[in-house]
């Protein structure tokens, strides 16, 4: 078996094409800004934050993190979105996905992205409320 120097691995299809992939996914992540929020830990529990986080997008996408696939890898789940057209990001060094793909092509804690996405909207009528309260104020 013929050995490959890093930059030979770089000009092969799959490269190439992760490359790619890659790229889109940083351009959509500018197209749109993003508001972070992390739900607190329950009582006795120490989960890291990007486990307890979701985004929402200014067009109202639902970003969750691509690790509640389940078995899959980050960067499998991330990839596979890329490649069906959806934006992705980056948070606290997590892949993030949008949380319709991810409970159509993953559904193994689909309840749970439920869960998250009406926490998501109910923040994002709260935030909307706050900011036309500060207007007629």
Do not use: Y
Request: negative net charge.
């Amino acid at each position: 078996m013929k050995m490959m120097t890093s930059a030979q691995r770089w000009h092969t299809p799959t490269a190439a094409v992760v490359l790619n992939i890659l790229l889109k996914a940083w351009v959509n992540s500018l197209m749109d800004r993003i508001h972070w929020f992390a739900v607190s830990n329950p009582e006795q529990k120490r989960f890291p934050e990007w486990r307890r986080s979701f985004g929402i997008s200014d067009n109202g996408t639902v970003f969750v993190p691509a690790a509640m696939a389940g078995d899959d890898s980050e960067l499998h789940v991330m990839l596979c979105a890329s490649a069906d057209g959806q934006s992705t990001t980056v948070h606290l060094d997590h892949h993030f996905v949008p949380s319709d793909w991810l409970k159509r092509e993953f559904p193994k804690h689909f309840e749970l992205i439920e869960i998250i996405e009406a926490r998501a909207h109910l923040t994002l009528a709260a935030a909307f409320q706050q900011q036309e309260a500060q207007r007629q104020g």
